[in-house]
């Protein structure tokens, strides 16, 4: 408890260099009796009641915390030993700095108009964040908040990736329908890769070679080759009883053993499970209302689902495919993110 | 750990400077990314009239707007400026040429230059007939001219044109979509006020088209007078006009909006006003919130200095189109560009969820219909269980087989 309370005064202070350094003790030092890195609780994001949920799938999906945010929380992610977790607030042009030891909101960093999704650098030194009102990808420094590098891009740019060797950003633009290929050191744009309408999301195959991206109103995942910056084909997907026009594709997750990758897909309400060799479409599971994100549980067994205009998070049995349950949640759910192993 | 985040944190002020220095450079690389060779130039035409009554700022007594305040320009601005990166990716240069004409004359005689110099693409802001007129002196000239502002049916039905396409929803769409609306919460017994102008019959007759078709019933089309003599009471007192008939919810056709204004909250019978006050169907309006559209509304409104109205919807996604095409087609010719624009495979985002084409029998650009009260899209048709044999969104305007429409 002792501990805990120095971290605290810490936190209050403006310094996350000393902060990410004192939680790292902390955590070690037991700081929060009920959880440490690695609980498998779930945070989700709210885009309208302004929270994050933490939920644990343990204790039947108890409420563990609500943690009020800044406006409209979309994006989050953790840092390395998930002490910290960030969440981008589209409507206070923030990102939210959030100790995970005792669910506040500790720190803000100021980013360009609406951020929506980023990723941290692998050193976790570095925050590269779309902004999707003014166009905008920001490389912003985390220690300092400088924003190092403002690259411009298409408009409304969403998903951002870092390659694993951390010398490659790709961010989506949503209108200019194409993936922009940013070398983060240099802030500058490479190249662009024209891609499905309204391109979103990304993944990468565990080899490194495919980079997936997720076309919402096509309908499809554009595969990029990632040595060549070429489009080598798409999938299209078409769950029974749905129509082309009604299949918008979103949220991109690799399982845990890289072979399958998970789709939702948006208006059409369905889960796709997809084989990353064959780039077959295996099966579809219904979830609820325009599902966009979706993440696995720490022991990849379940998959949750954010179901954003139904309120709730689908869980889904891995080994079955099958719908088990429906959490209902805050108003209009956008990420999930689980506290897995480290 | 401490040593090696100061060096960090050296390195990165050092990155900031670099970056303060530099900030061309931030451009630079796109540019770099393009080949050397010039750009080529796909350039877009534009047209209107100086003085359209339809912008009118000044129409309602003490000077209140009842219109769209502003032209529908900044809206296909931004629709260049959301294909910067796009034309920087394929090296092409889109730009808008506008023309202000004080008369039909200098407009067809502006676009017949648009022709001469390469133009083959130009967004019209017109009225009706003068669209219909520009339309036909064109007729033959390698153009195709894109109505943003006529909703007029008998432009997509018996004058329809090939040259032309709408952007801009028909009339009739916008009726269809308020009509799914009142089936949708079956408030299927409507009774009609209608203005004296030749646009209002022009609606009352797509209304009752519509609620045939959409299985409404009219229980009674009432013409109304903007008047305060008290010898027309029974037609401008709106208590009394309202009065005697059993319906579920008022219709008001008045392309004028001055009288429509003040029907709410005065009906003789406690009933939800639609049509042109109340519930009103728009392509768009700035509280759309989903599909990105706020960032939409955000980027009009650094533009124009205002919100975003339905016709500003149309001369962006006319844009928009126009650069699509170019993209897809890989081509700024007229005729591959021409042909993606009218085929099945647009696929046009306007931030309002479904797809956007070209309907292939009218040259109507199916779209989605918000129904919008002052600051609240209340539903976006086509609503749930309208179904279409193709495509839902062909629940809303005249579909093929009912088409009289022969290019």
């Known amino acids: 408890m002792g501990v805990q309370m120095t971290f605290r005064k810490l936190t209050r202070r403006e310094s996350l260099a000393l902060m990410a350094a004192a939680s790292g003790a902390a955590a070690l030092g037991g700081v929060a009796p009920a959880r440490a890195a690695g609980s498998g609780y779930l945070f989700i994001s709210h885009e309208n009641s302004d929270n994050l949920l933490v939920l644990d799938p343990s204790r039947d999906f108890a409420r563990v915390a609500d943690i009020a945010t800044s406006r409209r929380p979309r994006d989050i992610h953790f840092n390395n030993d998930h002490s910290l977790l960030y969440a981008a607030c589209g409507d206070d042009d923030v990102i939210d700095v959030i100790d995970v030891a005792t669910y506040t909101v500790v720190d803000h960093i100021p980013t360009g108009r609406s951020p929506e999704a980023f990723v941290l650098n692998h050193e976790n030194t570095t925050i590269y964040v779309s902004n999707e009102e003014n166009s905008t990808l920001q490389v912003i420094d985390l220690a300092t908040k400088l924003i190092l590098h403002e690259v411009p891009v298409g408009a409304e740019p969403e998903g951002v990736l870092l390659s694993p060797d951390g010398r490659t950003l790709y961010v989506t633009s949503e209108v200019a329908d194409m993936v922009h290929v940013i070398d983060p050191e240099l802030g500058v744009v490479t190249q662009n890769i024209i891609v499905g309408t309204r391109p979103r999301r990304f993944s990468l195959t565990p080899d490194g070679r495919e980079l997936w991206v997720s076309d919402e109103l096509s309908g499809t995942v554009t595969i990029i080759d990632v040595a060549t910056n070429m489009v080598l084909t798409d999938i299209t997907f078409l769950p029974p009883g749905f129509r082309p026009v009604d299949v918008t594709p979103v949220g991109l997750t690799l399982s845990a053993d890289g072979t399958k990758t998970y789709v939702t897909l948006g208006r059409a309400n369905h889960l796709a499970f997809v084989d990353v060799a064959t780039k077959e479409v295996e099966s579809y599971t219904l979830v609820g209302a325009r599902p966009w994100n979706v993440c696995r549980s720490a022991d990849d067994r379940y998959l949750y689902v954010t179901n954003g205009l139904s309120d709730e998070i689908s869980v889904i049995e891995v080994s079955s495919r099958r719908n088990v349950l429906s959490i209902p949640v805050g108003r209009v759910p956008y990420a999930v993110l689980v506290d897995g192993s480290l | ?407």
């Open chain 2, 1 to 407: 750990m401490a040593a090696s985040s100061a060096i960090a944190r050296a390195a990165a002020a050092v990155l900031a400077l670099v970056c303060t220095l530099a900030p061309a450079g931030a451009q630079a690389p796109a540019a770099g990314a393009a080949p050397a060779t010039p750009p080529v130039e796909f350039r877009i035409g534009y047209v209107e009239l100086a003085d359209d009554p339809r912008y009118d700022e000044d129409y309602a007594y003490n000077l209140i707007p009842v219109r769209p305040i502003g032209r529908p320009y900044p809206g296909a601005e931004m629709g260049i400026g959301d294909a910067l990166q796009i034309g920087q990716t394929i090296n092409t240069n889109f730009s808008l040429v506008r023309s202000t004409g004080t008369s039909l004359d200098e407009v067809v005689a502006a676009v017949t230059g648009f022709v001469a110099e390469g133009i083959h693409f130009v967004l019209a802001d017109l009225p009706a007939a003068d669209l219909l007129a520009l339309s036909d002196r064109v007729t033959g000239m390698p153009v195709t001219i894109l109505n943003i502002s006529a909703p007029e049916d008998y432009l997509r039905g018996e004058s329809c044109r090939f040259n032309v396409v709408h952007v801009i929803p028909s009339s009739r769409m916008l009726i269809d979509a308020t009509m799914q609306f009142l089936v949708f919460h079956r408030w299927r017994n409507v009774l009609v006020l209608q203005g004296p102008l030749p646009a209002d019959q022009l609606t009352v007759d797509s209304v009752r088209q519509s609620a045939a078709f959409f299985g409404a019933r009219i229980v009674d089309v009432r013409p109304y007078v903007l008047s305060a003599n008290p010898r027309d009471r029974d037609q401008n007192n709106v208590a009394l006009l309202t009065g005697g008939a059993n319906y579920d919810v008022v219709y008001v056709a008045d392309a004028d909006g001055d009288y429509a204004r003040y029907v709410a909250y005065e009906t003789n019978d406690p009933r939800p006003v639609v049509g042109a006050a109340g519930l009103t169907a728009l392509a768009w309006h700035w509280s759309w919130e989903r599909q990105g559209a706020p960032q939409v509304n955000a980027r009009f409104e650094a533009v124009a200095g205002r919100r975003m109205a339905d016709v500003d919807f149309a001369a962006w996604a006319a844009v928009r189109g126009l650069t699509q095409s170019v993209l897809r087609s890989r081509s700024t010719e007229y005729q591959p560009v021409l042909d993606y624009l009218l085929g099945e495979r647009l696929n046009l985002d306007g931030s309002k969820g479904y797809p956007m084409s070209v309907r292939p029998w009218d040259h109507q650009l199916r779209q989605p219909i918000l129904l919008a009260t002052a600051n609240a899209v209340m539903q976006l048709a086509p609503i749930e269980g309208f179904l279409h044999q193709f495509n839902d969104l062909d629940t809303l305007g005249v579909d093929e087989p009912q088409s009289v429409c022969r290019f």
